[in-house]
């Protein structure tokens, strides 16, 4: 009786162990039943109809980082060339994957292998390095439409490394050191042109400053002459305005002719004493008709004590 419990403790454990399954998060299990795919498990916990259904395969639904085994390459100008990349893909259909492909990973490698060799075969070598982006696209894209029967999706390919034969590098390494030696000739060259061009301007503005400011000063220079002739021209007139005033006074006109008396000898003095050769004038009596004015308007009394004496007389 011991031994019956047992059995059915035994049979029970294992039709309980059958019967549930717990999947873990972000996996995926295929169900088999009699051989035939029947569905596929959840994560969490699912039942199973025991020694009828079973657990054919797992999958994981993560992201997957697939390492692409490095291979030589030949470029469209004939150079042999080593690639290494990195594939990320992820399980999207657990039924296709299980049954589209004995071996999806293997089928993902080969393909992408293939589908780099041909995409890098249609270019040159110098592109190859400029164009990583559009080799990886180009791969994923091929990648990607084969992989939808195997249930994967092929999220990006990375290029890892790109490495010419040594001859290949050392050509290259002389031509990127050949570049940059004509980069800096030229460099130094635009400079002394722009310091070339700076001069220029700057003699050229100077020049114009220059001009400027000495033709601000001619024009200053003419503007204070004119103010100081028109000064002049001004003091002259008032002087003239005051002389012609002043004649009109009476006893003006006498004194206007007494002052030229005096100064026509003051003349003929000055010229005696600094030449020692005596000058005569040509017409003496214009001289003593002079000296003669000058007395008879000094002794000529003012216009009103005449007018007293001849009323006294």
Not at 15 to 22: D, E, H, T, Y
Not at 206 to 217: M, P, V
Request: aromatic share 6%; with cysteine; glycine share 6%.
């Amino acid at each position: 009786m011991d031994m019956f419990a047992l059995v059915v403790l035994i049979v029970a454990i294992l039709f309980v162990s059958r019967s549930l399954k717990v999947v873990p998060q972000q996996h995926a299990w295929v169900i088999e039943r009699l051989g035939k795919f029947h569905g596929t498990l959840l994560p969490g916990l699912n039942f199973l109809i025991p020694f009828v259904d079973r657990v054919a395969y797992r999958h994981s639904l993560k992201e997957i980082p697939l390492d692409v085994p490095s291979q030589v390459c030949i470029t469209r100008d004939n150079t042999q060339l080593k690639v290494d990349g990195i594939l990320y893909f992820q399980v999207t259909d657990p039924m296709r994957a299980s049954y589209g492909s004995s071996d999806y990973v293997s089928a993902i490698t080969q393909l992408s292998q293939t589908t780099l060799r041909s995409v890098i075969g249609k270019m040159e070598l110098d592109r190859t390095f400029e164009e990583r982006e559009i080799i990886n696209a180009s791969v994923v894209a091929s990648l990607d439409e084969a992989a939808l029967n195997w249930g994967v999706k092929v999220l990006r390919y990375e290029i890892k490394d790109l490495t010419p034969p040594s001859e290949i590098l050392h050509a290259m390494q002389q031509q990127i050191t050949a570049e940059r030696e004509k980069r800096g000739l030229i460099a130094a060259s635009e400079g002394r042109k722009q310091e070339q061009i700076n001069i220029a301007v700057g003699q050229r503005e100077s020049f114009i400053a220059r001009s400027e400011g000495e033709k601000q000063a001619e024009i200053n220079k003419a503007n204070g002459e004119a103010a100081a002739i028109t000064l002049v021209a001004d003091a002259t007139a008032d002087a003239i305005r005051k002389i012609a005033s002043a004649i009109q006074q009476p006893g003006g006109a006498e004194a206007v002719q007494l002052k030229v008396a005096e100064k026509a000898v003051e003349a003929y003095a000055q010229l005696a004493q600094k030449n020692n050769t005596m000058i005569v004038p040509g017409n003496m009596s214009e001289v003593a008709g002079l000296i003669g004015t000058a007395m008879a308007l000094m002794r000529k009394p003012p216009a009103g004590g005449k007018d007293h004496d001849q009323s006294s007389s």
